[in-house]
């Protein structure tokens, strides 16, 4: 049962459409897992679109385990819905970025042994850093999106060097092994979501999100967007792409429902 957490009062209109932006870096994985061409990254992500994803993100990394370069090409050139283009701040993937122009570009944090992104962009220490590609991206007419922990500090910080969107990393809730730490995890997510509309920033959320989980953060009505693939890809191991996605796409409504009039 979807655990229930309060999370805003009713609003008196009705909402608008919460995106899902569906991530399909695992089908690539599973795919380099033995070499060949299948799956198919972009046959997922078609599939992705006709369930009801509002757009796709695929996530670039430096070591190319799972989406590779040519996935990148395809996506930006065959698809209908808009690529969220997920990257690390160096000069090889602001390039890729520059040449295939994606709708969005997020910029996450990468290490090399992680296995997936651990935690938030430091940009309070490192908007110097991070200044020149917000800039460079955002010049050459693609969205940019800072992946970042619900801290003020750090929405702060996005606003300060220009972000248009940012992306509030929700693992900490999602892993939660008790109510109580799940319940304060929850608070800060809706803290910040609030921050980020005050601020001007356009809020989305990923990183963990669940069939379980995912109803009281559909439910923020600051959050636009949601981003979900290793639960989505694992759940298709069972049920097929289609179905998850279109469950996923039922309990986001189910939870956006809550903040309507």
Do not use: W
């Amino acid at each position: 049962m979807t655990e229930q957490i309060p999370t805003t009062e009713s609003q008196g209109t009705e909402m608008q459409h919460l995106r899902l932006g569906v991530n399909i870096d695992h089908v690539a994985t599973i795919r380099n897992a033995r070499g060949g061409i299948h799956p198919d990254p972009l046959r997922a992500a078609q599939i992705a679109e006709a369930a009801g994803a509002d757009g796709i993100t695929a996530h670039l990394r430096e070591d190319r385990r799972h989406i590779a370069d040519h996935d990148i090409k395809l996506l930006a050139e065959n698809l209908s819905i808009p690529l969220n283009f997920e990257m690390a701040a160096t000069d090889e993937m602001l390039q890729i970025a520059l040449d295939h122009k994606p709708h969005a570009a997020c910029l996450v944090p990468e290490k090399r042994e992680e296995r997936t992104t651990e935690g938030g962009l430091d940009v309070a220490g490192g908007h110097n850093y991070l200044s020149r590609f917000v800039n460079e991206i955002r010049g050459a007419g693609i969205r940019v999106s800072l992946f970042v922990e619900p801290s003020v500090e750090q929405l702060e910080a996005s606003s300060h060097i220009g972000a248009d969107i940012v992306e509030l990393h929700v693992g900490p809730y999602c892993d939660a092994d008790t109510e109580e730490k799940r319940a304060a995890e929850f608070e800060k997510i809706l803290k910040a979501a609030k921050a980020a509309e005050e601020l001007g920033l356009e809020c989305h959320a990923g990183h963990g999100l669940t069939y379980d989980t995912v109803e009281p953060v559909a439910a923020i009505p600051n959050i636009v967007e949601l981003n979900i693939g290793h639960f989505l890809i694992g759940e298709a191991i069972f049920v097929g792409l289609d179905a998850s996605i279109r469950e996923m796409r039922r309990r986001m409504d189910i939870g956006r429902a809550q903040v309507k009039g």
